[in-house]
Nanobody
């Protein structure tokens, strides 16, 4: 049974930081690229960051470049999203995604507000 379980969301002030985690099970994690997406209220879900299976390659949407870092620990079957210098417009539900087989996590809420 495939599971992607996100954690680490919460309420943070503008300029603050959060680290999201997504622990995977039910497939050979180290064989697959992983992604983080987000969906803000009233908006379409958007791809935020992508990481290759080995972690050697990463890509980001322009709006988070220089602020967010995606990484992975294949020994722990976990992908991370380090989010720094958070802005109110980063408020969204963040989802972990394995794109090859289209597996999705349940999402974790990130709210950036003073």
């Amino acid at each position: 049974q495939v599971q992607l379980v996100e954690s680490g969301g919460g309420l943070v002030q503008p300029g603050g930081s959060l680290r999201l985690s997504c622990e995977a099970s039910g497939f050979i994690f180290s064989h697959y690229p992983m992604r983080w997406h987000r969906q803000a209220p009233g908006k379409e879900r958007e791809l935020v960051a992508h990481i290759s299976a080995t972690g050697a390659t990463t890509e980001y949407v322009d709006s988070v470049k220089g602020r967010f870092t995606i990484s992975r620990d294949n020994a722990k079957n976990t992908v991370y999203l380090q989010m720094n210098s958070l802005k109110p417009e980063d408020t969204a539900v963040y989802y972990c995604h394995q794109p090859r087989q289209n597996f999705w996590g349940q999402g974790t809420q990130v709210t950036v507000s003073s």
